[in-house]
């Protein structure tokens, strides 16, 4: 009876599977191809599982207006990598203070960190807009560098990760060697930490490559535009019927993401699986 | 030689200093900051200076009797419900197929990869090419539903109200469900597997293992994955913001979208919109709080645990002890 009714499941099971993957991939597949079609074409029919031939003159279209693609990549590739870097670095410094050392306001601190952990930046934009507005740091790419430097979440999962595998002997053995405690932390403590903080950079990354809201009410200046902001003039009037070339910016937008996604996706999922069950 | 009564303790707050100033100077300013403004008569592109109004709750009464605002609030509870609903169900669903015992599902890293992929793919692109996909009236949807002859005429999507929020809705839906799932297996794998084990001796069913079992074993995820997705929810700003710039008619206009345009647009209400960011702050902290609890209630539990079990190995040992003196 079991058996019998396992093997009317697994097809059905395969075949879920299978659509959802389609669901997953279908519209980045038409829209690569349509990046290589024409208007004309993409107007007859707006699906099609092969390419055309009018890559070239998409690309020219496109170009020919204000969405520039590399000047966004550029923009995103400073900020996404400053903050980033912040973010990594000071969140492992904040968790080395929270394991290593015993000091009269750590529990208090700690319960703090966990408190803050989930308030969002947006609901607070308005405030952090006019304080930058005030001291003169719009089109400035530090307000979207430097706050990164704070992030609680990243110390708490840094803290969660050091508590086992931190050996205090080693630490204290080094300082037996005359070791002063700012060098213990860069040159023994971060290496131990290396593989939390590779996880840890790839979603910071990801997060601030997309992040829209925040850029958007800082930077007006098109050439500070970040990528998700150069990706918004696809949806304006410039590019209104050149659907080619709008299909081609998307996908200029997605290929970077595409490409480090399928590089790093066995560590990408290993660490959302750890995120949910971070105790 | 180890000098006794070094005190490193002071090297706990030199290297906590830099996220406690950048926390005050960058998140806990601004947070004040937004609050105070919400309290003022501050409103027109660059402005800076403010005075306080003379009924200091003005603005919130304000934005509670706008309208777009309502609608905007009532946006936010539809579309994140449409878009959680059939999430937490498809992603429940997959997670017994994937951790069964009896599957044995093939290619399962390849179908949580693609799974997952929308996710880490800007929203913002996402938003666009959705745009672009449900076109009208020559759109790949309206292309594919026309061929198959499931329609007759092309559906204009983008102008009536229920279809453009069920998009919005299906884009959340289909760029979560997969992190929903990895989430839940994750859970799963966590459960002693002795409890499996025994229920199977017994002669439970999978349905019965599944509901009995399993699901009560999440709770804790569960919960989490829910409160994680209102918060979430509400702050949905780049896939109604770009999809139809929140219309037909503000019908897919969210909070975040609301307050953006309140404040960016227009005549540039900073006011009003600090007002309605404290309101959705309160929501939001409020939420947050019941993952603190959570968190720490388990933080707890954990450590009663290792202290009980410190107890009994303090009674065995002593009655090791006690017999050993008895022969």
Partial sequence: MKKLSHKVMLPIIYIVCIFLVILSIFPFWIMIMNATRSTYEIQQHAISLIPSKYLVSNFQILMGKSFNPLRGFMNSFIISTGATVCTVYFSSLTAYALVAYDWRLRQPFFTFIMAIMMIPAQVTGIGFYQFMYRIGLTNNFLPLIVPAIAAPAVVFFMRQYLIPTLSIDIVNSARIDGAGEFHIFNRIVLPIMKPAMATQAIFAYVLNWNNLFTPLILLTNQDKYTMPIMVSLLRGDIYKTEYGSIYLGLTLTVLPLFIVYFLLSKYIIAGVALGGVKE | ?327
């Fill in chain 2, 1 to 327: 030689m180890r000098r006794k009564g070094v005190s490193y303790a002071k090297y706990g707050y030199i290297f906590a200093l830099p996220f406690v100033l950048t926390f005050l100077i960058f998140h806990l300013y601004p947070i004040v900051y937004t609050a105070v403004i919400g309290f003022t008569d501050l409103k027109g592109l660059g402005k800076t200076s403010f005075k306080f109004l003379a009924n200091p709750f003005q603005n919130f009464i304000t934005i509670f009797n706008n309208p777009t605002f309502q609608v905007s609030l009532k946006n936010t509870a539809l579309i994140w419900f449409v878009n959680f609903l059939p999430q937490i169900l498809l992603a429940l669903l997959l997670t017994a197929w994937f951790t069964n015992r009896h599957y044995h599902i093939k290619g399962q890293g390849a179908f949580k990869v693609l799974m997952y992929m929308p996710n880490i793919i800007t929203a913002a692109t996402i938003a666009i090419l959705f745009y672009s996909l449900f076109g009208y009236p020559m759109g790949p949807v309206n292309d594919v539903l026309t061929s198959l002859g499931l329609i007759e005429e092309p559906i204009y999507f983008h102008i009536q109200k229920g279809t453009a929020r069920g998009i919005v809705g299906f884009i959340q839906f289909w760029m979560w469900y997969g992190n929903t799932m990895i989430v839940l297996i994750a859970g799963v794998l966590g459960i002693n597997p002795e409890l499996f084990e025994a229920a199977e001796i017994d002669g439970a069913t999978d349905t019965q293992i599944f509901f009995r079992i399993t699901l009560p074993n999440l709770r804790t995820i569960l919960v989490y994955t829910l409160v994680t997705s209102m918060i979430g929810g509400l702050q949905m700003f780049d896939i109604p913001k770009l999809f139809l710039l929140g219309g037909p008619d503000n019908a897919t206009s969210t909070t975040s979208v609301f307050i953006y345009n309140q404040a960016f647009s227009g005549s540039y209400l900073y006011n009003r919109a600090a007002a309605a960011s404290m309101i959705m702050f309160v929501i939001i902290s409020s939420l947050s709080g019941i993952i603190f609890f959570l968190m720490r209630d388990k933080y707890a539990i954990a450590q009663k645990k290792i202290e009980k079990q410190h107890k009994n190995e303090l009674k065995k040992a002593q009655k090791a002890a006690a017999k050993g003196v008895e022969a």
